[in-house]
């Protein structure tokens, strides 16, 4: 029927499942939710009964469309209708947690954890930022050293989402020496000896995600707890920022997006010197552009995950997915504030929350300038 | 027990209508189409009775063209068993649609047949009546309540001024109100599986039914645009204009 549309028809009943969700079970919530900066628990195991967390998992750990990008596009579009990126960033964490154990964790660890978090009972955090380094990867100094059949961990994690309630974190730690060659992804449980979370972060959006900082004094991780072959992690790390990146576009693009919609009943609501100002041309081109850029940051990022849909790897295209979309987060939100004036400036606006959440998304899963040196370094430049 | 449900394709409730410029009808191009709300009441009460164990599985029917296939799945998605599409692109009145559901009754022999009380698109409200009385089955409309006991069901139905419950020998013909249930939404793994089961496709002239309409719509008109209201001074100006201009007192 519409040959031109990525998405299904399977994709689209998803996507109403998703919206009726989200409306029932977020949007009469969510102003209390942001201004009290965190939400119940209880949302992560309904969208685990809706089975919205398990969207792109292996169905034999409780998930479903496995490799179906566009499925998931089509739920975490729908998620964002939350208003709040830092609810779905923070419900969303198992995402980029999960599929490192998925991919290379051992079969007993995947099957104690995985189908946990899936279902909503646990949830799952993946901490590769520390205080003294994001970007630097290669450089973090949170250190695992192997003592019989387990580790100890020293070093400490930041801006970790879902960081003071998660269950399961999905850590980068050095088992070897200098640089990437020495990093592993480790599995580290709440409550383990010598493991403390700091109190939660207080943030220029996304406030209703809880994002801290975590400790590791000597903390005793069993060895069966690797993820992977020991001073392999550098390659999941990369490989797993992919698939966030994406997210972070989808993100992107619909924090644009509701913004957009936001800003053009706004102007056709309100008058000013007679007339709506949605007819005022300046305004009216305002929107344009808007419209514009939006469609083409959400038909672009598509397109890349149709590439990923094929098996190809498109680490530039992605990298410039997210510096686009991101890009055009910041730029609509700011003029949609501006097109509601005063109010644009109040809480109980929408767009002021966009303007806010937009900021995020060009900083976390690689900044707008390490997206660019990506994009360089396959520019062969 | 068999419950057979119709379901329809209409307008998604959430669009707000367009009237063809040339008045023959609503603009359906690129319009969000849903199943009809009534029939997602008439599809989780079936549900509900088969979580139950009232009812043994769960026959879905829709009428209309190809996409129509789209709100079976999803009434498959929410736990239906099976479905049967009646494809057709004529325009379905309800005389045509209740012969065309008493020709799949007769086929499939369900205990229960459940519609929604009417489709938010034409709000006939005719379709489920029509039914029970080509089929000779009882019929309870309007229903707020279901309760299926042996060989009996006992609806409670939503009448002007009150509630009225009738007990209706099996099989027989429900249709459903707005308060009968808040229906679920379909859960991911379930909309997979649903993709598995089974859909069969049959046509009017299979069933052995003239679709042919009966009557003719002469003119579509969007609803008149609604006036500014006015300010009175006081309570006296505005009983005065109740009682003398508005006489509603």
């Not at chain 1, 942001?34 to 119940?40: K, M």
């Not at chain 1, 998992?57 to 998930?63: K, R, T, V």
């Not at chain 1, 609501?269 to 469609?295: C, I, N, W, Y």
């Not at chain 2, 069969?200 to 719509?217: H, K, Q, Y």
Request: aromatic share 6%.
């Amino acid at each position: 029927m519409k040959s031109t549309s990525y998405f299904n028809e399977t994709h689209e009943l998803a996507r109403d499942t998703c919206r009726q969700f989200v409306k029932k079970h977020i949007l009469p919530h969510i102003a209390d939710w942001e201004e009290q900066e965190s939400f119940p628990r209880e949302i992560y195991q309904l969208a685990g009964e809706a089975g919205i967390l398990g969207t792109g998992f292996p169905e034999a750990l409780g998930g479903h469309g496995e490799n179906d990008i566009f499925l998931k596009i089509a739920c975490s579009e729908e998620l964002m209708r939350s208003t709040s990126g830092g609810l779905v960033a923070s419900l969303g964490s198992l995402d980029i947690a999960l599929p490192p154990i998925v991919q290379w964790g051992s079969k007993a660890l995947k099957e104690r954890v995985a189908p946990e978090v899936i279902s909503g009972q646990k949830i799952a955090a993946l901490a590769i930022t520390e205080p003294s380094g994001g970007s630097d990867v290669a450089s973090l100094k949170t250190r695992a050293v192997k003592k019989g059949d387990h580790y100890l961990v020293s070093g400490s994690k930041t801006f970790i989402t879902s960081g003071t309630r998660a269950d399961y974190y999905t850590v980068a730690v050095r088992t070897g020496g200098e640089g990437h060659k020495g990093v592993s992804l480790l599995l580290i449980e709440k409550g383990s000896a010598g493991f403390s979370v700091g109190k939660k972060l207080k943030k220029m959006g996304w406030w209703a995600s809880d994002t801290a900082e975590l400790f590791f004094d000597n903390c005793e991780v069993p060895c069966c707890n690797l993820i992977g072959p020991e001073n392999a992690g550098f390659l999941a790390i990369m490989t797993n920022f992919m698939k966030e990146r994406l997210s972070l576009s989808i993100m992107a693009y619909m924090t644009a997006q509701m913004a957009l919609e936001e800003a053009l009943q706004y102007a056709q609501d309100r008058s000013a010197f007679g007339r709506p100002v949605s007819k005022f041309q300046v305004t009216r081109h305002k929107l344009v552009d808007m419209a514009t850029e939006v469609e083409i940051a959400r038909e672009y990022t598509y397109r890349v995950a149709q590439l990923m849909q094929a098996g190809k790897n498109p680490i530039k295209e992605v990298s410039m997915a997210k510096n686009f979309a991101t890009n055009v987060a910041e730029k609509v939100t700011r003029e949609a504030v501006q097109i509601f004036g005063g109010m644009g400036y109040m809480r109980e606006t929408t767009v002021e929350r966009l303007y806010r959440d937009a900021k995020i998304l060009s900083i976390g899963g690689g900044t707008t300038e390490i997206m660019k040196e990506l994009i360089a370094k396959q520019m062969r430049l | 027990m068999k419950v057979l449900v119709a379901v329809k394709r209409v307008i998604d409730y959430n669009v707000k209508v367009r009237v063809k410029p040339d008045n023959t009808g609503v603009d359906l191009t690129n319009v969000k189409m849903a199943m009809n709300p009534f029939c997602e009441i008439a599809v989780e009460e079936a549900v509900r009775l088969k979580e139950k164990g009232v009812a043994t599985e769960i026959v879905v029917v829709s009428i209309g063209p190809k996409a129509a296939q789209e709100q079976i799945r999803t009434a498959l998605a929410l736990g239906a068993d099976r479905g049967i599409h009646v494809e057709t692109d004529e325009e379905i009145q309800s005389l045509a649609a209740a012969k065309l559901l008493k020709a799949v009754v007769d086929k499939e022999q369900p205990s229960l047949v459940i519609l929604g009380k009417q489709s938010i698109d034409n709000d006939n409200n005719q379709t489920g009546q029509m039914l029970a009385a080509l089929a000779g089955y009882p019929q309870g409309t309007f229903a707020s309540e279901v309760s299926v006991d042996g060989d009996k069901v006992k609806v409670t139905r939503e009448i002007d001024g009150g509630l009225m419950t009738v007990s209706l020998n099996l099989p027989a013909i429900v249709t459903t109100d707005l308060r009968l249930n808040e229906p679920r939404y379909a859960s991911l793994p379930n909309i997979m599986k649903a993709k598995k089961k089974p859909l069969e496709s049959t046509t009017p002239a299979d069933l052995g039914v003239d679709v042919t309409p009966r009557l003719t719509t002469l003119k579509v008109e969007a609803p008149a645009q609604r006036q500014a209201g006015i300010k009175v001074a006081d309570v006296a100006e505005l009983v005065d204009k109740l009682k003398n201009e508005a006489k509603v007192i």
